[in-house]
C-alpha cells in the first residue's frame, strides 16, 4: 500500500489527488473523545463509517503515529488526515465543435480556443478537448486511468486560457515519433504575447528554471539554479506601445505555464492574466479614461493576451515538414486595434 504521509516520494500528479486536513485537539478539550468520532466533526460531508475506514487503511496518523479508531483524543494531539480523493471517472465523448486545421492517420492539428481544457482532471471532467477528440475519432478505447485518458493522443497542452494551435497523436507510432521531437526540441512553436513594460533590448532569451510555487501549489515559479525544471524562452519585441510590448515568443522548452511565469519574473506580466499579475495596470497611470479603457480590455479578453501562432514538426510517417500558422482570434485582434488606437 501507498504511504499516502510520504508525500516526497510521490509523483506530483499522486500529491495532486491528495487531500489534506490538519487538526489540534485545543487544551481545553477534556472530553476523551473516539478517534473516529471526533474527526468526524471536522471532515465535511463524512460519516464515521467513512472515518473508520479511513483510519484502518492508513489515512490517520496522531502525533505522526497510527492509532486505532477507539484512541481516545488527549489535549495537544496532533491529528493529520490525508484523503486520497476519488479515482476520475472515465473521460466521455462529447459532440463539441473543433476548428480542425489538419487531420490525416496519424495525428490531428487543432485550433483550441480560449477557455476550453485540454486534459480531464479535478474541476474539469467535461467540455475537454479530450472529451470532444473521443466524439470525433470514435477509435479510442475505454480506460480507467487518468493518465490513459488520450492514449496515446495527447502531446503537448496549451493552457485552458491560451489559444492556437496543437497536434494530437492517432496511433503509438505517431505519439512516440512527435514526442521525441518535443524532447529533441525539434518542433517549431511560437506564440503572440502582449505583455505589461517593454523590455530593453528588442529580443532576448530568459533562461530560468521553472517549478512548483512553495507557497501556492496551483501555480507555476522561477527557481533557484538547481531547483526546478531547466526552461528556455526567446522573445522578439514586434511593437512597443506606450507601457506595453507586442511579442514573437519562441519555446524551447515546454514548462507548465512557462511563458506567463518567465514574464511575471521579469516584471512584464501578460495582459490579462488573472494568475500572474496581468490582469491589472502595471505601468502607466491607473486613472481617468485609460483606466477604464483597461477595464474593458480585460473583460473582452477574459484571459491571459497569449496566443500559439506557429507550429512545425516532422510528419512521423512520410518525413516531411509540416507548418501551421494561426492568426491570433477575434477578442485578441481588437485588443491590438485597441492598443494601436489609443497605445501608440
Same mark, same amino acid.
Given at each position: 500500500?501507498?504511504?499516502?504521509?510520504?508525500?516526497?516520494?510521490?509523483?506530483?500528479?499522486?500529491?495532486?489527488?491528495?487531500?489534506?486536513?490538519?487538526?489540534?485537539?485545543?487544551?481545553?478539550?477534556?472530553?476523551?473523545?473516539?478517534?473516529?468520532?471526533?474527526?468526524?466533526?471536522?471532515?465535511?460531508?463524512?460519516?464515521?463509517?467513512?472515518?473508520?475506514?479511513?483510519?484502518?487503511?492508513?489515512?490517520?496518523?496522531?502525533?505522526?503515529?497510527?492509532?486505532?479508531?477507539?484512541?481516545?483524543?488527549?489535549?495537544?494531539?496532533?491529528?493529520?488526515?490525508?484523503?486520497?480523493?476519488?479515482?476520475?471517472?472515465?473521460?466521455?465523448?462529447?459532440?463539441?465543435? +473543433? @476548428?480542425?486545421?489538419? !487531420?490525416?492517420?496519424?495525428?490531428?492539428? #487543432?485550433?483550441?480556443?480560449?477557455?476550453?481544457?485540454? /486534459? %480531464?482532471?479535478?474541476?474539469?471532467?467535461?467540455?475537454?478537448?479530450?472529451?470532444?477528440?473521443?466524439?470525433?475519432?470514435?477509435?479510442?478505447?475505454?480506460?480507467?486511468?487518468?493518465?490513459?485518458?488520450?492514449?496515446?493522443?495527447?502531446?503537448?497542452?496549451?493552457?485552458?486560457?491560451?489559444?492556437?494551435?496543437?497536434?494530437?497523436?492517432?496511433?503509438?507510432?505517431?505519439?512516440?515519433?512527435?514526442?521525441?521531437?518535443?524532447?529533441?526540441?525539434?518542433?517549431?512553436?511560437?506564440?503572440?504575447?502582449?505583455?505589461?513594460?517593454?523590455?530593453?533590448?528588442?529580443?532576448?532569451?530568459?533562461?530560468?528554471?521553472?517549478?512548483?510555487?512553495?507557497?501556492?501549489?496551483?501555480?507555476?515559479?522561477?527557481?533557484?539554479?538547481?531547483?526546478?525544471?531547466?526552461?528556455?524562452?526567446?522573445?522578439?519585441?514586434?511593437?512597443?506601445?506606450?507601457?506595453?510590448?507586442? +511579442? @514573437?515568443?519562441?519555446? !524551447?522548452?515546454?514548462?507548465?505555464?512557462? #511563458?506567463?511565469?518567465?514574464?511575471?519574473?521579469?516584471? /512584464? %506580466?501578460?495582459?490579462?492574466?488573472?494568475?500572474?499579475?496581468?490582469?491589472?495596470?502595471?505601468?502607466?497611470?491607473?486613472?481617468?479614461?485609460?483606466?477604464?479603457?483597461?477595464?474593458?480590455?480585460?473583460?473582452?479578453?477574459?484571459?491571459?493576451?497569449?496566443?500559439?501562432?506557429?507550429?512545425?514538426?516532422?510528419?512521423?510517417?512520410?518525413?516531411?515538414?509540416?507548418?501551421?500558422?494561426?492568426?491570433?482570434?477575434?477578442?485578441?485582434?481588437?485588443?491590438?486595434?485597441?492598443?494601436?488606437?489609443?497605445?501608440?
Amino acid at each position: 500500500m501507498t504511504d499516502v504521509f510520504a508525500q516526497d516520494q510521490l509523483h506530483e500528479d499522486d500529491r495532486e489527488a491528495l487531500t489534506r486536513h490538519d487538526l489540534v485537539v485545543p487544551e481545553g478539550h477534556l472530553e476523551q473523545m473516539r478517534l473516529d468520532k471526533y474527526i468526524t466533526q471536522f471532515i465535511q460531508n463524512a460519516t464515521r463509517n467513512k472515518v473508520q475506514e479511513g483510519i484502518r487503511n492508513g489515512w490517520v496518523r496522531v502525533n505522526g503515529l497510527l492509532e486505532k479508531a477507539s484512541y481516545r483524543v488527549q489535549p495537544g494531539d496532533e491529528i493529520v488526515i490525508i484523503i486520497p480523493k476519488a479515482p476520475p471517472p472515465e473521460a466521455r465523448a462529447e459532440n463539441i465543435p +473543433l @476548428d480542425i486545421v489538419h !487531420e490525416d492517420e496519424d495525428l490531428i492539428v #487543432i485550433d483550441k480556443p480560449a477557455g476550453m481544457v485540454v /486534459h %480531464p482532471s479535478y474541476g474539469n471532467w467535461t467540455g475537454t478537448l479530450v472529451n470532444a477528440l473521443l466524439y470525433h475519432t470514435r477509435k479510442l478505447s475505454r480506460v480507467s486511468d487518468q493518465q490513459d485518458f488520450m492514449r496515446p493522443g495527447i502531446v503537448h497542452r496549451l493552457d485552458k486560457g491560451t489559444s492556437g494551435l496543437l497536434v494530437v497523436a492517432k496511433n503509438d507510432h505517431a505519439h512516440h515519433h512527435l514526442s521525441k521531437q518535443f524532447a529533441e526540441k525539434s518542433v517549431e512553436r511560437t506564440y503572440r504575447a502582449v505583455i505589461w513594460g517593454v523590455p530593453q533590448q528588442d529580443e532576448g532569451t530568459i533562461d530560468q528554471p521553472v517549478g512548483r510555487d512553495s507557497s501556492d501549489r496551483k501555480k507555476m515559479a522561477v527557481q533557484e539554479q538547481g531547483k526546478g525544471k531547466n526552461a528556455i524562452t526567446h522573445y522578439q519585441v514586434l511593437k512597443r506601445y506606450d507601457h506595453l510590448a507586442l +511579442l @514573437d515568443v519562441t519555446l !524551447e522548452t515546454g514548462r507548465t505555464h512557462q #511563458i506567463r511565469v518567465h514574464f511575471s519574473w521579469m516584471r /512584464h %506580466p501578460v495582459l490579462g492574466d488573472p494568475v500572474y499579475g496581468g490582469d491589472s495596470v502595471r505601468y502607466g497611470p491607473n486613472t481617468g479614461s485609460r483606466k477604464t479603457m483597461f477595464q474593458n480590455i480585460f473583460s473582452l479578453l477574459g484571459r491571459q493576451c497569449l496566443h500559439a501562432r506557429t507550429l512545425g514538426f516532422e510528419h512521423p510517417t512520410t518525413g516531411d515538414w509540416f507548418q501551421f500558422i494561426s492568426e491570433v482570434p477575434e477578442e485578441m485582434e481588437k485588443v491590438l486595434k485597441k492598443l494601436d488606437r489609443y497605445c501608440s
